[in-house]
């Protein structure tokens, strides 16, 4: 076959359209892999509609462009310099492109390359174009190239619909090491019942974090997410007194060691400065939902007790094997995500029903 279905943008808000344009022929290090399932991710109607004006400095691809920034497939084809990747490989495709030459690309941290990219979604610098230009195909398509070194083997036990979350459970599991998270630890996720925040609270727990306190807005998501390990996970309903208080009582008065702050865009910042004060000395503070707000924070404070503020941006393909093997291993348990599926005739459709998502529990996938 000489031409594959696309889903592609043509217009900034408008609703994306059918193309059919030609398979890509790998360069000698890429590989082309038949997509079996991309994740629909829930900020993608922004990324569609706001960002150019949320964000100007975070460039979206050159229209029409195929977005689509999880994807999970198949290898059909290898480039004659690709090693240790064969045809029929289970992959799942780290989106994240950087220009492999910098200073810190040499030092193996891909995110911090000034032209980081997100394949099939948007760019981080001004030169983000040149990355688009190389890899023009998201996982709206039924085929991609990619550089072997972005991919991430799948276990046999991985469905390639669980294999298309990674890019937000990725991004819980590079923030919680950044964090030291592990047995011994009370980490407090901030939005534990969304996409992001229900990826950390699964991470954490097959990383053998002790205590797991979440807080959100839905008593019954929030339930539905104790019910997950009621012996380790806590959750708090916003609104329903002091979370400080509720996580010194649950700390016996030490707080948590962790704070993973979940929230995004449009959320107020005075939730992450509330949740901040519940850390206790020497605590950590990750930011990776993107929140827009800018909270005034007392760094005297933070000074004193030693408590640190990052952000944290997506993951390593390194990060996200290791990943892949916890899942593998049964230590990291991905059954509990509920899959809807559709096809890539469908993609305006399945935007428009992402507000009724079972919250973070809901896995929205085109299978090309």
């Not at 398979?23 to 890429?30: F, K, S």
């Not at 996200?320 to 230590?331: H, I, N, R």
Request: hydrophobic content about 40%; some cysteine; proline content about 6%.
């Amino acid at each position: 076959m000489n031409t594959m279905l696309t889903a592609r943008l043509h217009e900034i808000g408008a609703a994306m359209q059918l193309d059919r344009l030609p398979v890509p022929e790998p360069r000698p290090t890429d590989v082309l892999v038949e997509v079996k399932a991309c994740n629909v991710v829930p900020n993608l109607g922004n990324v569609l509609t706001t960002y150019a004006e949320w964000f100007p400095y975070l460039p979206l691809p050159k229209l029409p462009a195929v977005f689509g920034l999880d994807s999970a497939g198949v290898v059909a084809e290898v480039g004659s310099l690709v090693t240790d990747v064969k045809v029929g490989d289970r992959v799942y495709v780290n989106p994240g492109l950087s220009c492999g030459a910098c200073r810190a690309c040499r030092r193996g941290e891909d995110p911090n390359c000034d032209s980081y990219t997100f394949m099939g979604y948007f760019s981080f610098g001004a030169d983000g174009q040149d990355r688009f230009d190389a890899y023009p195909y998201g996982g709206l398509s039924e085929f991609l190239t990619a550089p072997q070194r972005n991919l991430v083997k799948l276990p046999d036990s991985v469905t390639f619909e669980q294999g298309a979350r990674f890019g937000y459970l990725g991004t819980a599991f590079s923030a919680l090491r950044k964090a030291g998270a592990g047995p011994g630890r009370t980490v407090l996720i901030d939005g534990i019942s969304g996409t992001l925040g229900l990826g950390a609270c699964l991470i954490a727990l097959g990383l053998g974090v002790s205590r797991i306190l979440g807080t959100g807005r839905n008593a019954a998501l929030l339930q539905d997410v104790k019910d997950l390990a009621p012996d380790r996970i806590d959750v708090h309903a916003a609104g329903t007194g002091s979370l400080n208080d509720w996580v010194r009582e649950r700390t016996d008065g030490d707080g948590a060691d962790i704070l993973i702050d979940s929230l995004g865009p449009g959320s107020p910042e005075e939730s992450f400065v509330e949740a901040l004060s519940s850390l206790g000395r020497g605590g950590v503070a990750v930011n990776i939902g993107g929140m827009m707000g800018r909270p005034a924070l007392d760094l005297f404070a933070l000074m004193c007790s030693q408590i640190s503020v990052m952000g944290s941006l997506w993951f390593s393909t390194g990060e996200a094997q290791d990943m892949a093997d916890m899942a593998g291993s049964g230590v990291l348990d991905l059954s509990i995500f509920e899959h809807h599926t559709f096809p890539l005739e469908k993609i305006n459709s399945a935007l428009a029903d992402l507000p009724s998502r079972h919250g973070g529990f809901t896995n929205f996938i085109c299978t090309p």
